[in-house]
């Protein structure tokens, strides 16, 4: 009786082992493809950040030349106005 406890023992350990071996072989395949995947995700999303890069410089390129405008203009108001208030000087 205790041979063929150990004969089905050694059976289920055999079983166990193959399906660890089985399973590891797969996640390799998996992992292969997976890599290759995300290698090739890596090549297209570079081109997209690089586009949005060259987008996002020129829009704020763009806004800066506005607001500089903008901002000289209100500072040549603001002198104009700050001229207007300024105490005139007597003469001696």
Same mark, same amino acid.
């Given at each position: 009786?205790?041979?063929?406890?150990?004969?089905?023992?050694g059976l289920l350990a055999a079983a166990l082992f193959?399906?660890f071996f089985y399973l590891a072989t797969r996640i390799?395949?998996?992992?292969? +493809?997976? +890599?290759?995947?995300?290698?090739?995700?890596?090549?297209?999303?570079?081109?997209?950040?690089?586009?949005?890069?060259?987008?996002?410089?020129?829009?704020?390129?763009?806004?800066?030349?506005?607001?500089?405008?903008?901002?000289?203009?209100?500072?040549?108001?603001?002198?104009?106005?700050?001229?207007?208030?300024?105490?005139?000087?007597?003469?001696?």
């Amino acid at each position: 009786m205790t041979a063929v406890a150990w004969s089905a023992i050694g059976l289920l350990a055999a079983a166990l082992f193959g399906s660890f071996f089985y399973l590891a072989t797969r996640i390799d395949g998996l992992n292969d +493809s997976l +890599s290759a995947r995300i290698d090739g995700m890596s090549v297209s999303l570079s081109a997209r950040i690089d586009g949005l890069d060259h987008s996002l410089n020129a829009r704020i390129d763009r806004l800066d030349d506005s607001l500089s405008g903008r901002i000289d203009a209100l500072s040549s108001r603001l002198d104009t106005h700050l001229d207007r208030h300024q105490p005139k000087r007597r003469a001696r």
